[in-house]
């Protein structure tokens, strides 16, 4: 089975430029979620989709931040405009959703905003 | 507020001995808590899960414990290997099973 993908594997970006994360969940995975890890902090919750519908984006810092995930598959993170403290590593995981399912990360997308 | 903590020093251990990595909550009632590996440049992998109505949890030479009373979690790899080098993430599963929230990990090296 393949893994969560994301995309870019790196990205450096200049303060006030836009910039879109992309995330493929495991096939069949409705549970997709957005976690990001700033240097030195834990991997802090940002939000979490159930199909194409946004369980809980309690985590998402500021409006700046745009998540979306059509038809229930692929989604986007976008971040306009990015901002100094946006730098860090964003992870997706994605999950069965049944009680004590386990999340199954991709390898992130490490950003940085000069 | 709620609070997970994670030794974020480095753990240093010998080859062949017992790591035990620990993890302490304040402030949560979780259902159920999970321990993940990182490699460098990599996402977390998950491996093991506990109950919050289990004591004690394996998985070949992993060794999970989860104490309610104590709102500690211990993490135990035996006979280490260099290749169990990674950083261990413990992850709280509470009021429903859609949030997760982890501590920041603990770095264990496993010295030849």
């Known amino acids: 089975e393949a893994g969560v993908t994301q995309f870019p594997s790196h990205s450096v970006i200049e303060k006030g430029q836009t910039v879109t994360l992309r995330c493929d969940p495991i096939?069949?995975?409705?549970?997709l979620y957005w976690y990001r890890r700033v240097m030195g902090k834990e991997i802090k919750f940002l939000l979490h989709f159930v199909k194409e519908s946004k369980q809980d984006e309690s985590g998402m810092p500021n409006n700046r931040f745009l998540a979306e995930r059509t038809g229930g598959t692929y989604s986007t993170l976008k971040v306009q405009p990015a901002e100094l403290e946006d730098s860090g590593v964003y992870f997706c995981?994605?999950?069965?959703?049944?009680?004590?399912?386990?999340?199954?990360f991709g390898n992130g997308t490490r950003l940085t905003v000069t | 507020s709620q609070k997970i903590e994670q030794n974020s020093e480095a753990l240093n251990i010998q080859e062949g001995k017992t790591a035990t990595l620990t993890c302490n909550y304040t402030?949560?009632?979780?259902?159920?808590l999970q321990w993940y590996r990182q490699d460098p440049g990599r996402g977390p992998v998950f491996l093991l899960l506990?109950?919050?109505?289990?004591k004690e949890k394996r998985k070949e030479r992993l060794k999970v414990t989860f104490d309610t009373t104590l709102k500690q979690s211990l993490f135990h790899i035996t006979a280490s290997q260099p290749a169990d080098s990674a950083t261990y993430l413990c992850?709280?599963?509470?009021?429903?099973?859609?949030?997760?929230?982890f501590g920041i990990g603990t770095k264990l090296q496993v010295i030849p």
């Open positions: 995981a994605s999950s069965l959703g049944r009680e004590h399912s386990p999340l199954h």
């Open positions: 992850a709280l599963f509470s009021g429903g099973y859609q949030k997760v929230t």
């Open positions: 096939s069949g995975h409705d549970n």
């Open positions: 402030n949560y009632s979780p259902a159920y």
């Open positions: 506990i109950r919050e109505n289990e």
